[in-house]
């Protein structure tokens, strides 16, 4: 248990659905991180939250949409995905400042599969 | 630019093997160090450290030594067992919010 809470663990959908992945961290981080994972290639930040502001944008298409209500709650809105976007996408946060290491703590990440 | 440069594997290695993970990176200025581990099935999760030059990091067996002049956090064990089977990456952080990761090394440790 790391603190992040990542849902659903899987989803599958088809290039015209719409729909979310949420994260949740029990930690008190002040920044909250989008990363996605796909075979053979770099883990690659998608956005940064610090205290529900938005601080980094990694040229990601705008077929992904991020939402922070809060410090606590990181939501990405997926919609006409394509099958090139099938990956892991993990969820991240870390204390930042004076009073924090910088140290990730993700979550175990949603499995999605582009039909 | 910024980039971290490890194998990709996988590194396969009988039980109680020594390990090396090599590591080197480009960075400018002087970034902190950090070994994340990914266990099948899950998320990343903090292996160990170095913030300064010189600096040995270590945890469940594993150490690395930050080297400034070669610009390398190589990951070693003395003795691998098959529950250390996991991607590991090395990366540097060069900023706020400003981590280099690469694609990861696999290890796969056989009984």
């Known amino acids: 248990e790391t603190g992040v809470t990542q849902t659903p663990r899987h989803l599958v959908m088809g290039m015209t659905n719409k729909k979310s992945l949420k994260c949740e961290q029990h930690?008190?981080?002040?920044?909250m991180y989008w990363y996605k994972q796909s075979a053979k290639k770099p883990l690659e930040l998608m956005f940064v939250?610090?205290?529900?502001?938005?601080?980094e944008n990694n040229s990601v298409p705008s077929r992904f949409s991020p939402e922070c209500p809060n410090s606590s709650h990181l939501f990405l809105h997926l919609h006409t995905l394509q099958p090139e976007d099938s990956a892991l996408y993990l969820c991240?946060?870390?204390?930042?400042?004076?009073?924090?290491?910088?140290?990730?703590?993700f979550g175990e990440g949603s499995r999605l599969t582009v039909l | 630019g910024n980039s971290v440069t490890q194998m990709e594997g996988p590194v396969t290695l009988s039980e109680e093997a020594f390990l090396t993970i090599n590591c080197t990176y480009t960075a400018t200025g002087y970034p902190s160090l950090f070994w994340y581990v990914q266990y099948p099935g899950e998320g990343l999760q903090l292996l160990l450290k170095a913030t300064k030059a010189d600096d040995k990091g270590s945890n469940k067996g594993f150490e690395a030594t930050y080297r400034k002049e070669t610009t390398s956090f190589h990951l070693e064990k003395g003795s691998v067992q098959v529950s250390d089977s996991a991607v590991y990456f090395c990366a540097p952080r060069t900023g706020t919010y400003k981590y280099i990761f690469g694609t990861g090394t696999r290890l796969k440790v056989l009984a």
């Open positions: 991240a946060s870390s204390q930042e400042g004076t009073s924090g290491t910088g140290e990730l703590f």
């Open positions: 930690l008190g981080h002040n920044a």
């Open positions: 939250y610090n205290f529900k502001e938005q601080t």
